[in-house]
């Protein structure tokens, strides 16, 4: 089968965007390129490795812990007594031998503190360690790798509750109106994106204004830190989240958004009293419509017909924090309304190695993910990401 671009297989979008293409299958290969794991998922699964055939990035976070655990083992092996007499201590109980020592997890919605045992970064970053490695031995349709938020432990996120932690992803729900639905089909039709026409992805930091970032990543760039700033009326709160179609609701009373260049750059947080006077508005909106929920054939037209679309997912798991390539399936994710909590960009569609995908941008940087893309199968709508689409309709 060709496999145009370097993605591998049958696909329906363009190189340009970024995607790092050399991490993805090379050819008809099925062989999985990565900087570090050395994995081949056309090698199936491999006995269970030592420490010292652990990944890199493993082997140097467990031979800094185990560095740490000796020296302190080592200064309390022996005290002087009261008589100058030289005495065995007791030697610590907690020993470094095997990665089972470590207590901590995530603190992204996942794992926690085990026995009363306080997290540090270094050991989530283990644990996160050993579970991206685990799952890259599974030999499964993707892969993971460490990144950026593999230091984060439960502590950062603690006595949260699962809406405050949807409201840091970003994605607040009330039910959206349907301004126009579209239902219709479509056949399998290259989608026609010229270079530039996605913006280059960026990162929402700590701030929970994913639904702002899929409204203003296309075409020309849009002014994401004047919706945080200026919308509140309409019932979105800045980086405790908010909905897409309140964004379209506000850019259509105002005519129009401002652009990054007009405006100025996202913050990540709410510039206080910031002035639309003098800002030039672009971009202004006929209205809005939402694709029929559920269904691919509907998305696909709307991406053939429209360009890229607002999606809904649920991003809440594990595997999809530590994505790196291949096409993401995870058996646990939700696709009902109520369990998506982040907002992202569908930009294409395709099919790898016989999987069909939907090209996806995020906006947690190019550190997360494939060059921050990930490829979320299409199957059984996993994820939810044709559960609730929408897009805008230009004036």
Not at 62 to 76: C, D, E, K, L, P
């Amino acid at each position: 089968m060709e496999t145009p671009n370097g993605f591998g297989g049958d696909h329906a979008v363009h190189p340009s965007w970024g995607v790092r293409r050399a991490r993805y299958h090379s050819g008809s290969s099925a062989t999985v390129h990565t900087s570090w794991q050395g994995y081949s998922a056309s090698s199936g699964p491999r006995p269970a490795p030592s420490t010292a055939s652990w990944p890199t990035p493993c082997r140097s976070l467990w031979g800094r812990r185990r560095r740490q655990t000796t020296s302190t083992t080592a200064s309390s092996t022996a005290t002087r007594s009261s008589s100058g007499r030289v005495t065995a201590a007791r030697r610590s109980t907690s020993t470094a031998s095997t990665p089972s020592s470590i207590t901590c997890g995530m603190g992204m919605g996942w794992g926690g503190v085990r026995d009363g045992v306080p997290c540090s970064p270094l050991a989530a970053s283990l644990l996160c360690c050993r579970f991206v490695h685990s799952r890259n031995r599974a030999a499964l349709s993707y892969t993971l790798a460490l990144n950026h938020l593999a230091d984060r432990t439960p502590q950062e996120l603690a006595d949260r509750t699962p809406q405050e932690l949807a409201a840091l992803r970003g994605r607040r729900w009330s039910g959206a109106p349907h301004n126009g639905v579209l239902h219709c089909s479509v056949k399998r039709v290259p989608i026609p994106l010229s270079p530039g026409a996605v913006t280059p992805v960026k990162d929402q930091a700590i701030c929970g204004s994913c639904w702002s970032f899929v409204r203003t990543g296309v075409l020309t760039p849009l002014s994401q830190q004047v919706l945080i700033d200026c919308s509140w009326g309409f019932g979105n709160r800045a980086c405790d989240g908010g909905e897409e179609w309140r964004a379209y609701e506000w850019i259509k009373k105002h005519g129009g958004i401002a652009s990054t260049e007009s405006y100025g750059p996202y913050l990540g947080q709410v510039r206080v009293a910031a002035p639309l006077g003098g800002v030039k508005l672009v971009a202004q909106l006929a209205g809005y419509a939402t694709v029929d929920p559920g269904s691919a054939m509907a998305l696909k037209a709307a991406l053939v017909k429209h360009g890229p679309v607002a999606v809904n997912i649920d991003a809440s798991h594990k595997s999809f924090a530590f994505y790196a390539n291949g096409v993401y399936e995870e058996p646990h994710c939700g696709n009902e309304t109520g369990a998506l909590d982040h907002a992202v960009l569908a930009v294409g569609y395709g099919v790898l190695h016989g999987k069909s995908y939907w090209l996806i941008k995020n906006s947690w940087s190019t550190y997360w993910g494939n060059d921050g893309y990930i490829l979320m199968a299409m199957k059984d709508n996993n994820c939810g990401v044709a559960t609730a689409a929408s897009f805008p309709i230009l004036a």
